[in-house]
């Protein structure tokens, strides 16, 4: 099993940053990929930034240029730095990796974290 820990939500104003923080422990043989997701209320979750433990990053238009991911897969943690947060992103923030079990088998699963909640409000 794949445990996600969560941290870093939190209220701020308009134009202001947050750093989320999420760490995996368990019993594994690697991670493949860490993303971050967010949903509200009543939508569906939304991916807003993935990274592959071979340095691969992406982003959907709505916030590129003001989220970085950043996944230290030796340390099995990842961040999403938020710059120039506007009221739009708020939402419930989740973390979710993708784990390869074992080493002798290519099987892989996905886990997420408890979420945490991220208020950009004025």
């Known amino acids: 099993q794949v445990q996600l820990v969560e941290s870093g939500g939190g209220f701020v104003q308009p134009g202001e940053s947050l750093r989320l923080s999420c760490a995996a422990s368990g019993s594994f043989f690697r991670i493949n990929r860490m993303n971050w997701y967010r949903q509200v209320p009543g939508q569906r979750r939304q991916l807003v930034a993935a990274?592959?433990?071979?340095?691969?990053?992406n982003y959907p238009y709505s916030v590129l240029g003001r989220f970085t991911i950043a996944g230290d897969y030796a340390k099995n943690t990842v961040h999403l730095q938020m710059n120039k947060l506007r009221p739009e992103d708020t939402a419930v923030y989740y973390c979710n990796v993708q784990v390869r079990l074992s080493q002798s088998s290519s099987v892989v699963d996905d886990y997420w974290g408890q979420g945490t909640q991220v208020t950009v409000s004025s």
């Open positions: 990274s592959g433990n071979d340095g691969t990053t």
